[in-house]
T-cell receptor, first 109, second 115 residues
Framework: GQNIDQPTEMTATEGAIVQINCTYQTSGFNGLFWYQQHAGEAPTFLSYNVLDGLEEKGRFSSFLSRSKGYSYLLLKELQMKDSASYLCAVKDSNYQLIWGAGTKLIIKP | EPEVTQTPSHQVTQMGQEVILRCVPISNHLYFYWYRQILGQKVEFLVSFYNNEISEKSEIFDDQFSVERPDGSNFTLKIRSTKLEDSAMYFC?????????????FGEGSRLTVL
């Protein structure tokens, strides 16, 4: 079966750094996405990795290791508005997106 | 500003009633997708639509669901006879190209509540 695992919930402090991990087992791999979703809102695109390594975009970075079936999203200089769920999604061999259940990130002052 | 506009933002309906959810793209895109998300659960793929035809559909997308592009612009998802378990957020999404080449941009969603 296809599976994506993320921690259910994480807590971090404003101004700090947090790393959200994602491991996947899918039938094929054609890229991994990270989305941010605030409560009651639509997911918004954060990053896309298809090759191994780190992609940096402002305060957010995403890392991929295809051999390990592993990715992480790194958020720096955390702000209160970063409180949201972070969804990991993998494109399988049929180019269908397989979604994780999301990690709820709680930022405390 | 959203890439696609969805209406209604929230609909409450009785079990067994028909519901039509609408998606209006801001610009001309060929690929559209419908996803749903039951409260507190994963995003689930329903159907993809290319050039006025269904290109892929999931097991969830059974005979009670249908999609149309009736006037070449609006893009609708119809649920013929709603069930309690259809209560969810329904998201329309588009890509710049296919899912092979692009990321998904979601509309703001339509919340469906079935009583």
């Amino acid at each position: 079966g296809q599976n994506i695992d993320q921690p259910t919930e994480m807590t971090a402090t404003e101004g700090a750094i947090v790393q959200i991990n994602c491991t996947y087992q899918t039938s094929g791999f054609n890229g991994l996405f990270w989305y941010q979703q605030h409560a009651g809102e639509a997911p918004t695109f954060l990053s896309y990795n298809v090759l191994d390594g780190l992609e940096e975009k402002g305060r957010f970075s995403s890392f991929l290791s295809r051999s390990k079936g592993y990715s992480y999203l790194l958020l720096k200089e955390l702000q209160m508005k970063d409180s949201a769920s972070y969804l990991c999604a993998v494109k399988d061999s049929n180019y269908q997106l397989i979604w994780g259940a999301g990690t709820k990130l709680i930022i405390k002052p | 500003e959203p890439e696609v506009t969805q209406t209604p933002s929230h609909q409450v309906t009785q079990m067994g009633q028909e519901v039509i959810l609408r998606c209006v793209p801001i610009s001309n895109h060929l690929y559209f997708y419908w996803y749903r998300q039951i409260l507190g659960q994963k995003v689930e793929f329903l159907v993809s639509f290319y050039n006025n035809e269904i290109s892929e559909k999931s097991e969830i997308f059974d005979d009670q669901f249908s999609v149309e592009r009736p006037d070449g612009s609006n893009f609708t998802l119809k649920i013929r006879s709603t069930k309690l378990e259809d209560s969810a957020m329904y998201f329309c999404a588009r890509t710049t190209g296919t899912l092979e080449t692009g990321e998904l941009f979601f509309g703001e969603g339509s919340r469906l509540t079935v009583l």
